[in-house]
């Protein structure tokens, strides 16, 4: 029998309102995959270790720790061509080294979706203070996200490691045209039908799944 080629691993780290949720429904419409939305997002909020006081007055979900969510992550899911996570860099603050030293996490091909600061966190900050829209009502800065996803990229490249930078105001202007280079970069399989679809949705992790397909896990 011959040798079961590995399937292709791609995370994304970003920071909130950097159109990731958009670029996320853009590759779930590759077939064949196995998606992960923000799963360290749910241990950073909900989990046993979660350091955010956003949704402190929810129930843990033991279920939700660091250790279960890289377990759930780095399973074989022989059966599909692809594993894509999409999560936020400050959800690993602290956590960075195991997905260069960990040997599931290894496997992943490391990618960035960024934006204008300016733009993405006074988008940011308009939507937390916005009850009505978010059910939020602070600004919490540490969701910020952009210094972390900065030291996360230099701990990467630091241990050699080469990762994909996307802007989003690229991806923006030209869809078609970056979601080709970005699949080519990371060894995804590129279909001229892949659409950019803009979508809203505030609440990470567990409160987002039923907005999105059945075929979002984690």
Sequence with gaps: MAPRTPNTRVVVWTAPRCVSTAFERCVMEIPNGQIFHEP??????????????????????????????????????YDKDYVFVKDMAYCVKGRYHMFVQEEGLASFKHTFLIRNPAKAILSLYKASVNSQLTGWDYFDEAEAGFTDMYDFYSTLTGAGREVVVVDCDDLLCDPEGMMKLYCDATGLAYRPDLRLRRTICFKPAQGLIPLLAPSFQG
């Excluded at 979660?50 to 074989?76: F, I, K, N, P, W």
């Design 40 to 77: 360290y997002t749910s241990a950073y909020y909900f989990g046993p270790e979660r350091t955010s006081r956003r949704y402190s007055s929810e129930d843990v979900d033991e279920h939700q720790s660091y250790s279960a969510v890289t377990a759930r992550l780095t399973g074989q899911f």
